[in-house]
C-alpha cells in the first residue's frame, strides 16, 4: 500500500483572523534576541537601560551613569504640568539631534526647555518669567525623554495637586460619560484597539489634557 497523502485540515477562523501556526514551523527568537528589540539603549555608549524606580517614578538608567530616559506618561508624575505641555510642543517641531533614537529609528530631537516655578501654562495669566533652561533630547516615535546625568535635577518637580473645584468636578463627569458610552460598544463589537487610538489621537492634539485629566482624577479619588 502506498503511502496515504496528508489530509488537509479545514481552516478555522481565529480571532483577530489570525490562523494558528505549527510551533516546528516558528522560529522562536532567542532571549538575547527579545531583550535587544524590547530594551532601549544608552544613547551615548549602547548600553542596554536598566528599568528602575524612584519614589513611584519609573525610568529606564544607563548602567554607565551617562543619564536616564522615562516615557511621557511617566513623566506627568515628575515634572511640572506646564514644562511638560511645552516640552512635547517644542519636541514636535524640533530638529534632529545627534542622538540616536532609544530603540532604534531616527535620531532624537534636541531643544531647549525653559522653566518656571509655577504650573501656569506658557504665556497665561500668572505665568512667571523663565528661570533657567535645560537642553533635552526626545524619542518621537516612541515617547521617550532622555535626560543627561543631572538633567532631570535641574528641572522642578511636580507641584501637589489642588483639590478640585466643582467646575472640574463637573468636567470630569462630562468626559466620562461622553467615553463611557463609546468604551461600552467598542467593547461589544471588539473594537479596543480602534477605541484607544481615537483617544490616543485626541490627546495627542491636545497633550495638557493629560496632565489635566490625571490630576482631577487623582485628586477625586482622594478627596471624594
Known sequence: MGRGRARRLPATRWENNHLPIPLCCVNTPSAETLASV??????????ELELGSDSGF????????????????????????????RLWELARSAPPGPLAGLLGG???VRFELGWDLDEVSEGAEGDTEDLGSVELDVDLDNRFIWFDTG???????????????????????????????????ALAARDDDELAERIHDRLERRPALVGALDRVARAVTTYR
Not at 524590547?38 to 548600553?47: I, K, L, M, V
Not at 544607563?62 to 514644562?83: I, K, V, W, Y
Not at 535635577?153 to 467646575?167: C, F, G, K, S
Open 58 to 85: 519609573d525610568m529606564w538608567a544607563c548602567p554607565n551613569l551617562h543619564g536616564l530616559a522615562a516615557t511621557l506618561s511617566e513623566a506627568h508624575g515628575r515634572l511640572q504640568d506646564d514644562e511638560l505641555e
Open 151 to 185: 538633567e532631570l535635577d535641574e528641572l522642578p518637580a511636580d507641584l501637589p495637586n489642588p483639590v478640585p473645584t466643582a467646575e472640574e468636578n463637573a468636567a470630569l463627569e462630562r468626559i466620562t460619560a461622553a467615553f463611557s458610552t463609546s468604551i461600552g460598544d
Open 106 to 108: 531616527p535620531n532624537m
Open 38 to 47: 524590547t530594551r532601549p539603549r544608552c544613547p551615548h555608549c549602547g548600553a
